[in-house]
């Protein structure tokens, strides 16, 4: 073999080698007999958000090119689903979902979920509708300025006397207090139960006699 052979030989497998490592290889692309496949639940659950997972893992049996197509297709087959379902390839038991066989990095599993026909709409990307500046500010629109509104109205005038007593506390002039009262019974010649009366004291002294002031007392009506 000469030496040419020998380099091309050399760049062919060099180059065939960098393609296995940046995975592109076309011998990916060859038919593949079995694919393992894990059934995951339609939605998330959970207080993590995970799907579920729905059985064993399975060998699903392809015989084909492994296509996103051609995988659906063979799980809707070996699970045995309804025609209205959809099959969806995710990326694992979070998500997202696979739409091209260049974003499978791992072929030892294929994470997929059943759902129905109406809810396919799960499946396509939301995007974020941009708002430009403009029209941002056409719809807060200009700020109103709101100037406090000036009274006309004046203060009733405050005489003098009601000004000084401001802050002052008021006494009061009478003091309701309880007492027990004692009677005694002359023809019985014994003391009756005694009794509770409330009374009005007025705190103006009355008249004194001795060591001894006098204070006026109004029972309270009950």
Known sequence: MSKRNCKEDFA?????????????????????????VL????????RYQKYARIGPLANVPLGREPTIQNIKEACKRYF????????????????????????INNWKVIHIRFIEGG???QLRDEKPVEISSSQRWKSHGTPKKTTPSMSTKVAA?????????????????EEIVT??????????????????????????????GGVRNAYIATPCQA
């Open 39 to 46: 059934r995951l639940s339609s939605h998330v659950e959970g």
């Open 80 to 103: 045995n689903v309804e025609d209205g379902s959809h099959c969806d390839i995710l990326a694992g038991e979070r998500g997202p979902s696979w739409t091209e066989t260049s974003q």
């Open 157 to 173: 005038s405050v005489p003098l006397s009601a000004m000084l007593k401001l802050g002052k506390i008021i006494q009061p002039t």
């Open 12 to 36: 062919k497998f060099k180059e065939r080698i960098s393609k296995k490592r940046r995975k592109e290889d076309t011998t990916s692309k060859s038919d593949m007999d079995y694919i393992t």
């Open 119 to 121: 809810d396919e709409c």
């Open 179 to 208: 007492v027990q009262l004692e009677e005694f019974k002359i023809n019985e010649k014994a003391w009756a139960q005694p009794f509770e009366a409330t009374l009005s004291l007025s705190k103006e002294k009355f008249t004194s």
